[in-house]
């Protein structure tokens, strides 16, 4: 069986993937378009190019990378065989995705038969999957390869608190590193953000006022369009987790340059800034980093936990203290109830849970 990362330029999970293939414009028919002059010719190009764009707009930046990527691994897969991957028919696509069965989890299988599935749609030569075959192959795959979904870890407040005895800007040889640290993990705890949208976070996005802690959230995993949403933070002076003493603590020494709310510290403990005189922005690996780092310090187990702990601390936190699930949902932007639950870790379990009794001397 052919690999499809043996072949020349085929690209990895984490290896940058060239653009996957877009529709070409569509224009009139050159025979029912006689009478049209060249600047017209023009604009309805410039039009159909721009229709492009919005359809590409329809999807995540992240969506469409992966995608990419996976495009790139079909098709590499596909020349192994001499096939032309826009040609393919679903029993090669079904051969493919077996061959994936083999090393990659379930989610990674079904994110590449999805990108498949559209690329081929946007190219005008969409797989047909109505002859019954394609969806019993894909039911007997989910069922054979169907697991119980990893989680991370969720940060709770406990875990937080060892954290910040290593965060101590008082004591640390790059005391605005820690500033920063300090405001990133305690703010992605209480807004339960993801990382990317930590890592997104502008100076503009922010606002101190007498309640608290005001974030703008451009735009989300739940958010596509971009609509914007404000989240808010509340002071708790008294308490050595407060998100909103600790930004503040950070943007004094952080400075008003333009630029991301958390930025870039270079290895000496200095902020970086680029060619336009704006500081630098993080990514979110270096959210998930951070995690991992400030988890080893305290003495548990690093790969435990992800940058998506942070968001899971939050909700089962919640949880623990009995706020209603819409609420939770609300301040977390989840649409879904289900998936909500799912971030709750155990906390929920032992709440009314009346084995103890069962065991329990009258």
């Known amino acids: 069986m052919i690999d499809e990362t043996t072949a020349s330029g085929a690209a990895g999970e984490g290896a940058p993937a060239a653009d996957a293939p877009r529709p070409a414009a569509v224009l009139p028919d050159a025979g029912a378009a ?34 990419a990527s996976a495009w790139q691994q079909w098709t590499t897969w596909c020349l192994g065989f001499d096939l032309d991957p ?83 800007p008082a004591t640390a040889p790059a005391p605005k590193r820690c500033l920063r640290d300090r405001a990133l993990l305690l703010t992605g705890f209480a807004g339960g953000f993801r990382r990317s949208e930590l890592a997104s976070f502008d100076l503009r996005d922010v606002s101190v006022t007498a309640e608290g802690l005001v974030l703008f959230v451009a735009g989300s995993k739940n958010d596509q369009e971009r609509r914007g949403e404000e989240v808010g933070i509340q002071a708790v002076p008294r308490s050595p987790l407060c998100a909103v003493t600790a930004v503040s603590a950070w943007l004094a020494a952080r400075g008003d340059t333009p630029g991301p709310l958390f930025s870039r510290i270079d290895r000496g403990g200095h902020l970086t800034y680029g060619l336009d005189g704006r500081l630098q922005a993080i990514d979110t690996k270096t959210v998930a980093r951070l995690v991992k780092r400030v988890i080893k310090g305290t003495g548990l187990a690093e790969g435990e936990f992800s940058g998506h702990s942070l968001r899971a601390g939050m909700m089962t936190a919640a949880d623990r203290k009995g706020v209603p699930l819409e609420a939770a949902m609300q301040h977390g932007r989840w649409k879904d109830a289900r998936t909500a639950r799912g971030y709750r870790r155990h906390s929920s379990l032992w709440v009314g849970n009346f084995t103890g009794k069962l065991l329990a001397d009258e």
Do not use: C
């Not at 017209?40 to 329809?58: C, G, H, K, M, N």
């Not at 393919?88 to 999805?114: K, N």
């Open 86 to 168: 826009a040609i393919a028919d679903t029993s090669w696509l079904a051969m493919h995705l077996t061959a994936l069965s083999e090393t990659r989890s379930l989610s990674t299988i079904e994110l590449r038969r999805a990108a498949v599935l559209e690329i081929r749609r946007r190219l005008g030569r969409p797989l047909h999957l109505d002859d019954g075959y394609f969806p019993k192959f894909l039911q007997g795959l989910r069922r054979t390869k169907g697991v119980r979904p990893e989680k991370k870890a969720a940060l709770l407040e406990e875990n937080l608190r060892a954290v910040l005895l290593l965060l101590n």
């Open 34 to 67: 006689t009478g049209l002059t060249d600047l017209q010719r023009a604009e309805i190009r410039r039009l159909a190019q721009r229709a492009d764009e919005l359809v590409e707009a329809s999807l995540s930046a992240n969506t469409r990378k992966a995608y």
